[in-house]
């Protein structure tokens, strides 16, 4: 059965440094999405996209955060300058879309800002 | 987005015991999904309820969407130790986000 994929699994970061993080959606699915768990929390949306653009993101969102669909195969979300709070699992999914789909999500990128 | 609530927050229960959770929303569903999320896993889509009063099977696990769509439960037969994880219910669904909640934390005891 197709996967989502994402990489790395595990990525350690200096405060302040810039971080991408990368996903591979289901081939033939339209809608992508990033979420975020903090340790021991509930996940979080943070952005949906579909068409090569935005097409609705969270307050957590903000303008440290970006996504790009840089070939017809990854996703990623980029965090500009990042914080001791955004250690967190960041996890992709993506959707046919259409009412009845559900989404997929990969195994999580666990991001930990020293 | 629709917000529900979902109880427990959290329950043990005995290996082959049943476990319910109920989710209920103020307003009524289009549609409602149930996601699983295994201890340090990904939310895993168990299934997505849509007709009003339906009720869907999967082995062990029974789900029922309420006649006015305003709830949903989730039954577990018989738990195994398999089953432990987080159980979410979420309205929407589709292009639109999951809003997760809380969900209800199973725990089986062998």
């Known amino acids: 059965e197709p996967e989502v994929t994402q990489t790395p699994s595990h990525q350690v970061t200096q405060m302040g440094q810039e971080v991408i993080l990368r996903c591979v959606p289901i081939?033939?699915?339209?809608?992508f999405y990033w979420y975020r768990q903090i340790l021991g929390q509930k996940v979080e949306f943070l952005v949906s996209?579909?068409?090569?653009?935005?097409?609705?993101k969270s307050e957590i969102f903000d303008d440290q955060f970006s996504v790009e669909r840089p070939d017809g195969s990854n996703f990623t979300l980029k965090i500009r300058s990042t914080k001791l709070e955004d250690s967190a699992m960041y996890f992709c999914?993506?959707?046919?879309?259409?009412?009845?789909?559900?989404?997929?999500f990969g195994d999580g990128t666990r991001l930990s800002i020293l | 987005g629709q917000q529900v609530m979902q109880i427990p927050q959290y329950q043990h229960v005995q290996e082959g015991e049943d476990f319910t959770t109920y989710c209920n929303s103020s307003?009524?569903?289009?549609?409602i999904q149930w996601y699983k999320q295994r201890p340090g896993g990904h939310p895993v889509f168990l299934i997505q309820?849509?007709?009003?009063?339906e009720v869907k099977k999967q082995k062990r696990l029974t789900f029922q969407f309420g006649e006015a769509k305003k709830n949903s439960s989730l039954h577990i037969t018989a738990t195994q130790t398999t089953d432990v994880g987080t159980y979410f219910c979420?309205?929407?669904?589709?292009?639109?986000?999951?809003?997760f909640g809380i969900g209800t934390k199973l725990q089986v005891i062998p």
């Open positions: 081939s033939n699915h339209l809608y």
């Open positions: 307003t009524t569903l289009s549609n």
């Open positions: 309820l849509v007709k009003s009063g």
């Open positions: 996209f579909y068409n090569n653009e935005i097409s609705e």
């Open positions: 999914a993506s959707s046919r879309g259409g009412l009845l789909q559900p989404q997929h």
């Open positions: 979420a309205p929407s669904g589709g292009y639109q986000k999951v809003t």
